[in-house]
């Protein structure tokens, strides 16, 4: 799918809108008297911070209907930013009201109210650790898995002491009515992760899949591939992924995202992994017969119709690639392609085998580009920059769709030396594999 502003605009529409909707709510009807002004900018800071943390639940990635009109790289940042702005936003809501009465540190002393002393205060600590866990989680030395759980617990925690404190305090929120729509909306928005953590995967315990073959591939990494068990397989465009549980049930927190690498004519699907950490690490032990589950499709790392295809991809971020020329062979679709590769040597490039059978089948020019290139190599040199690729951006380069994924840092030097080289960003797709 093609970004567009107009798309863009629209969500990001939305988003205002409903960052708004609980301050215009409790700034409708009968409204209690005019405080001083710093206490009721405090207050609005709180209402529009509380409703942008809510409003975080939504821009996970998870929804399937928001991430193409962004891609997930794009919405996954816009969730971390927008996270910093509301922090900031609920921080300073009891800052500056402590600030201009000190009074209001009576919220927080255990001898007036301890539920309420104890909650607030859990909820400013959870907040700024939230903040610091997801702005230097190695410096916390947690794993991915372990901080992903505790951010989506702390979240919600931290949404609904919220949502209390304001029921809670009434000042503004003084009808049945504003405490109800105030409610329904903080209480959507934290719905949507309880659907995505448990409602979706136990909607989808009745759909496993099983593995059909393993095997391992150059570059550290191991591809399975899974057939659908007693259900239709899920329908998918090249270049999209899933989320994998691997054995146990629909619900481990080990889920994680892998693009498919299968032909989208195929009756199976199949994922390859590179060796990365505890979970990818397993993959060599992967069993034909085990079985998996699998979330998805998402993302908007695909081709479109009728634009030629200019991939730019480095290491294990060639899965999405596969899919998109395997996908093609089968379709007998004669669209031309561009593959600049790059690898440190041919030993980590993995599919190297099949992509020089691949190459001779489809309309393809296969660049690869080596790092450490062994003794009479007679190809590419180098990491990419934009001399690299303006020497093989085609001529017709409007007739194209760019799509680069691999290591972060070839992904921002290809990105920007397009965009620097006139092309046009509508057309210019990234797949981050790194989220955090
Ligand atoms: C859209 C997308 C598609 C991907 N496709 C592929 C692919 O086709 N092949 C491949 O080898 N890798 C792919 N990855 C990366 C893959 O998900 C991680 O390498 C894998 O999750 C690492 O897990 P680990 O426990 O082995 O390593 P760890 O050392 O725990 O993690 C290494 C890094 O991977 C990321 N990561 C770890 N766990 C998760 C998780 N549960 N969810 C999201 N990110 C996580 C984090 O950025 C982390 O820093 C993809 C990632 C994304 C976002």
Known sequence: MRYSYRRG?????????????????????????YRAFWIEF??????????????????TGRLQKIAPSYGMDNLLHFHKEMGIVAFLFVLAHPIILIAVNPGFLAYFDPSINLLRAVFLSFASVALIFIMASSLWRATFNLSYETWRLIHGLLALAIVFIGLSHALQVGHYLNTFGKQAVVSVLIGGCMYAVIHTRLVRPWLNRKKPYRVVG???????????????????????QCGQFAWLTIHDSPFSIQQHPFSMTSSTESDTLSFTAKVMGDFT???????IGDRLFLEGPFGSFTPIAGKNLFLIMGGIGITPGISMLRTMRDKKDKRKVTLIYGNENLEEATFYEELEELNKELNLQLLHLLTDPPKGWEGETGKIDREFLE???PEDSENYIYLICGPDPLMDIAEIALKDLGMDWRYIYTERFKIV
């Open 9 to 33: 605009l629209l969500w990001l529409a939305i988003y205002f809108l409903f960052s708004l909707i609980p301050l215009a709510v409790v700034s409708s009807g009968h409204i209690p008297e």
């Open 42 to 59: 405090a207050v609005a800071l709180g209402y529009i911070g509380l409703a942008m943390l809510a409003l975080q639940f939504l821009f």
């Open 214 to 236: 393993v095997k391992e591939e150059r570059g550290d990494a191991w591809s399975i591939e899974v057939e659908a068990v007693g259900h239709k397989k899920m329908q998918y």
């Open 281 to 287: 690490s397993t993959w060599k032990d992967i069993k």
């Open 391 to 393: 020497k093989y951006l």
